[in-house]
């Protein structure tokens, strides 16, 4: 039972990048999904989220509208396709999964995560 994402790198600013959170051992059917950052010396930071119901997403205001959450339930895999990528932007990534799926945001009860993704965007 794992989550890993991949689809990290390093890229140049400007560039666009889509993560993936692939879901093995457990459907994301009756997950919600968030996407989480955290830099060095910083806190963890939410991103993104998604419920069940696909058109329920939400964004943090850091991100504007350059980043865009997705899923896939026949893939069991979960997406953050992130445009414009900034030096700013650069963090591992991570996706976690909270039960009740309808929940949305960044609160408490994402307690599946998966070991990251490494975004590093240089100037």
């Known amino acids: 039972v794992q989550l890993v994402e991949s689809g990290g790198g390093l890229v140049q600013s400007g560039a666009s990048l889509r993560l993936s959170c692939v879901a093995s051992?457990?459907?994301?059917?009756?997950?919600?999904i968030g996407w989480f950052r955290q830099a060095p010396g910083k806190g963890r930071e939410g991103v993104s989220c998604?419920?069940?119901?696909?058109?329920?997403?939400c964004y943090a205001d850091s991100v504007e509208d350059r980043f865009t959450i997705s899923r896939e339930h026949a893939k069991n895999t979960g997406y953050l396709k992130i445009n414009s990528l900034k030096p700013e932007d650069s963090a591992f990534h991570y996706c976690?999964?909270?039960?009740?799926?309808?929940?949305?945001?960044w609160g408490a009860g994402y307690a599946r995560w998966g070991q990251g993704t490494q975004v590093t965007v240089s100037s």
């Open positions: 976690a999964t909270r039960y009740p799926g309808d929940l949305t945001g």
């Open positions: 051992g457990f459907t994301l059917d009756y997950y919600a």
């Open positions: 998604i419920t069940v119901q696909e058109g329920v997403t």
